[in-house]
């Protein structure tokens, strides 16, 4: 059975917020502010490796990482976002933040993208150079090794460092970290 799920925004006021059916029946305002670029890419991503996770980014930058479960949604069919998901629903009637919808499929040389973490870091240095002095270079250095599971930002030394480590920690330093996305398949 392939469902489809409703993602709904909405601006009222100046605010950004969103909706998702079949687990919420009131709009909550994004944990994180959404860009505020004219044009803005969303990547919609489910993460199921414990429990439904949906994770919202918005040209790069997490806006939402929530999860749904029957804690956190008040409708009773929530378990619908269990399911297989074909598509993502915005209703026009319902969504007054978009204009218009484009599917936007990734460049043909990109073969991941990647989610910024705020706050947090990856544990231990990969092998080899790890410094670099920016996050272009950290990232496309982080691909071509086996022992890099994503980029932190030091901000006390003013370098991109690839690190080992692929669980994120949160950092008394206001580190910023990065790390390929989960369940993102490019096209």
Known sequence: FLSKQWYQRRVRGKTLEYRLWVCSTFYTVFPTTPSTATEK????????????????????????????????????????????????????SWDTASEYYKL???PSKVTHIWCKYDGMYLS????GVHNYSSLS???????TRNDCGGVTYE??????????GTDLRKSPSKE????????IIPY
């Open 124 to 127: 231990g240095y990969s092998r």
């Open 137 to 143: 270079q950290a990232e496309t250095q982080c691909s």
């Open 104 to 106: 936007q499929p990734l």
């Open 41 to 92: 890419l969303w990547i919609i991503t489910i993460d199921r490796t414990a429990g439904v996770r949906l994770i919202v980014h918005c040209n790069g930058e997490e806006v939402l990482n929530t999860v749904i479960s029957a804690k956190t949604c008040n409708w009773r069919n929530w378990n619908h976002w269990t399911k297989d998901i074909e598509k993502i629903l915005f209703r026009s």
């Open 155 to 164: 901000p006390y030394t003013g370098y991109y460092t690839l690190r080992r």
């Open 176 to 183: 910023i970290s990065w790390k390929k996305c989960p369940n």
